[in-house]
């Protein structure tokens, strides 16, 4: 069973249109997360969910809004995509939120391409 | 702030050289290290973790071990194999900011036979 996983794995768009990425964990975590890595293979948080509530919101865009409907997934809805969005985007997930030495699993990430 | 600084890539082996990939850290609380591995294509694994000062982590015959005195967690493989060719990751976690992860910028390996 895959503990993480992300749908689509490969998503090629065109610019300006809306897509989403869809996250589930099956580990009984109560945190989820959003990363970006760019081609640099540069790893950026966007996201995080605690419960269901957001958490962390880095500097992204507001054409990116996460959804969590449950604790069991966390989606990213993007908005009027651009060529910049164009990266790997990796949910990942930890058992507790805040706890000391927390591991966060990572799903197989969502490599999107913006045409 | 918390960040990491990691050993620039790439880093090309022959099959049973020495590996080391350079880590340090600078944290405004106390926090916990980690490696984490990317084979192409996939998303990262954890490798290997320590939670405090003087901890050695290790998994898959690497190492590394958490240095407070120079803030260093360097990760060690005594003997590379062609299937540890990947990209390494150091992070850190602080519980004060909520465990959030600040990853390095990642270390390519290439092995050779």
Known sequence: ?115 | GDSVTQMEGPVTLSEEAFLTINCTYTATGYPSLFWYVQYPGEGLQLLLKATKADDKGSNKGFEATYRKETTSFHLEKGSVQVSDSAVYFCALSVMDTGNQFYFGTGTSLTVIP
Not at chain 1, 85 to 110: I, R
């Open chain 1, 1 to 115: 069973d895959t503990a993480v996983s992300q749908t689509p794995k490969y998503l090629v768009t065109q610019m300006g249109n809306d897509k989403s990425i869809k996250c589930e964990q099956n580990l009984g975590h109560d945190t989820m997360y959003w990363y970006k890595q760019d081609s640099k293979k540069f790893l950026k948080i966007m996201f995080s969910y605690n419960n269901k509530e957001l958490i962390i919101n880095e500097t992204v865009p507001n054409r990116f809004s996460p959804k969590s409907p449950d604790k069991a997934h966390l989606n990213l809805h993007i908005n009027s995509l651009e060529l910049g969005d164009s990266a790997v985007y990796f949910c990942a997930s930890s058992q507790l939120w805040g706890g000391s030495g927390e591991t966060q699993y990572f799903g197989p990430g969502t490599r999107l391409l913006v045409l």
